[in-house]
């Protein structure tokens, strides 16, 4: 039996010696978060079993090291945009990653300096244990402002190729650039692209993907095949409008979200373009907006449940090891063929 100190109770950390892994993993396997192996698991708690460690939650809130609450900080400040399925997927997935643990989600949504502040105080005052961003623009201090204040945080996505606050993204150049390999591939030559808001690093590294592709394939990005939306489906609409107007011999499009295909979609379709024939759409995401256009889209699939698993994993991880180091993870993406391209 692992050794305890004189007149106390086992601690986490007695645990985690035993059982060899961190106190990350111990966290992790009393809260029955999803992603432990099966082997680790059970050798946590027959750790747990041999020294006969009780975690105390009522100790633990009383004391106020912990709430079990969780914040899901929207700061995006067009409103409008709830409605596109990302935030509502997004949700879910982190909804579902929180399933089997003992923590609330709290969603609330961050715009002004204003809110920043008052946000700020609410979170370093105790309220919740960690926070969860998303839709980060690349100028938003408030990660700095968490970060200052020393409240757990993990964005989805990040602001910039630097960032130093832990996050979760996904492989944004790489699944634009198989995205648009395969439109070359399958012989169009003249290759566009509907950006996202280019404030944001997420769409910069989509749009890199897409030069990259064509830069492989001996071609050039031309600055008239690019055109910025803003995630949303009619900005979608109003930049393939914009695209077939100012570039008629465009044979493909790549548009950075799925929403913003499905407004292209229905743009090529008012103009009498043919998808896939005169024209190929690939989006990317993967929702099951995807699934449901007509005709059914080709997509890049970014693992949304992956993701809001990983948070969930990394802001436990901050919880029980705090100050130790920033994760920074980026998972795979997946080209979805289907209709469209």
Known sequence: ???????????????????????GTVSRVINNVAGVKETTRRAVQRAIAELGYVPNLAARSLAGRRTDAVALVMTEPDWRKFAEPFFSETIRSVADALTDTTMQLLLTQVRTNEERKRFVEYARGGRVDGVLLMSVHADDPLPDMLADAEVPTVMLGRRSADESITYVDADNVGGARSAVTHLLNSGRSAVATITGPLDMYVAQCRLRGYREALGRAGLDAKPSWVAEGDFTEASGHAAMAELIAREPGIDAVFAA??????????????????????????????????????PALTTVRQPLEEIGRSMVRLLLEELDESGVAWRHVILRTELVLRDSA
């Open 257 to 294: 979200s799925d929403a913003m295909a499905a407004g292209a979609l229905d743009a090529l379709r008012t103009a009498g373009r043919r998808v896939p024939q005169d024209v190929a759409v690939i989006g990317f995401d993967d929702f099951v907006l995807a699934q449901r256009t007509d």
């Open 1 to 23: 039996m692992g050794k305890q100190r004189p007149g106390a109770g086992p601690t986490l950390e007695e645990v985690a010696a035993l059982a060899g892994v961190g106190r």
